[in-house]
């Protein structure tokens, strides 16, 4: 069945970026599953993927503005130790998530300098242009609960 809108897609992928260096990739696990037009994977990739069938393959080179956005500067901020009582043993690479008005926010420390700690709101993907390789290995109908749940449940997806 071709890919669509609220069809449950299983995809192996390889990422790269622009020089071929590997980022991520599924090789030697379980498919990624995912819920196909929900938003769940990159805007760029979801387009690229759309009325494909099982088998398909497909090598493409998604933009920032429809992967990961555009490195934002305001996203870099600076906060004093206080704002991490309790955690003893800060470190750079350390995320973090926190609730705000545009829902949750995951943030990396970045620099620690004494008192004064570095935080980054971007992706780590952020303002790159990403290569994918992409084999579909399946395409099959959501189930009602997984299109109330807005995701794939089973192998590859939600274990709930
Ligand atoms: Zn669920």
Redesign the pocket.
């Given at each position: 069945m071709q890919i669509t809108t609220n069809t449950v897609v299983s995809i192996h992928y390889t990422l790269t970026d622009t020089s071929g260096k590997i980022i991520d990739s599924s090789e030697g696990s379980e498919p990624l599953a995912y819920l196909h037009g929900r938003g769940n994977i990159i805007p760029g990739l979801e387009k690229k993927l759309e009325g494909k069938e099982t088998g398909a393959k497909l090598s493409v080179t998604i933009p920032p503005e429809e992967a990961y956005g555009q490195h934002d500067e305001s996203l870099i901020r600076n906060v004093s130790r206080e704002a991490f009582k309790g955690i003893d043993d800060l470190q750079i690479g350390m995320q973090f998530q926190s609730q705000s008005e545009k829902g949750v926010e995951v943030f990396t420390i970045t620099e620690i300098e004494g008192e004064k700690i570095t935080i980054d709101g971007n992706h780590s993907l952020a303002g790159m242009t990403l290569a994918f390789d992409v084999e579909v290995t399946d395409v099959r109908e959501a189930t009602e609960?997984e299109l109330s749940?807005g995701?794939v449940?089973g192998p590859g997806g939600?274990q709930?």
């Amino acid at each position: 069945m071709q890919i669509t809108t609220n069809t449950v897609v299983s995809i192996h992928y390889t990422l790269t970026d622009t020089s071929g260096k590997i980022i991520d990739s599924s090789e030697g696990s379980e498919p990624l599953a995912y819920l196909h037009g929900r938003g769940n994977i990159i805007p760029g990739l979801e387009k690229k993927l759309e009325g494909k069938e099982t088998g398909a393959k497909l090598s493409v080179t998604i933009p920032p503005e429809e992967a990961y956005g555009q490195h934002d500067e305001s996203l870099i901020r600076n906060v004093s130790r206080e704002a991490f009582k309790g955690i003893d043993d800060l470190q750079i690479g350390m995320q973090f998530q926190s609730q705000s008005e545009k829902g949750v926010e995951v943030f990396t420390i970045t620099e620690i300098e004494g008192e004064k700690i570095t935080i980054d709101g971007n992706h780590s993907l952020a303002g790159m242009t990403l290569a994918f390789d992409v084999e579909v290995t399946d395409v099959r109908e959501a189930t009602e609960e997984e299109l109330s749940h807005g995701h794939v449940h089973g192998p590859g997806g939600h274990q709930h």
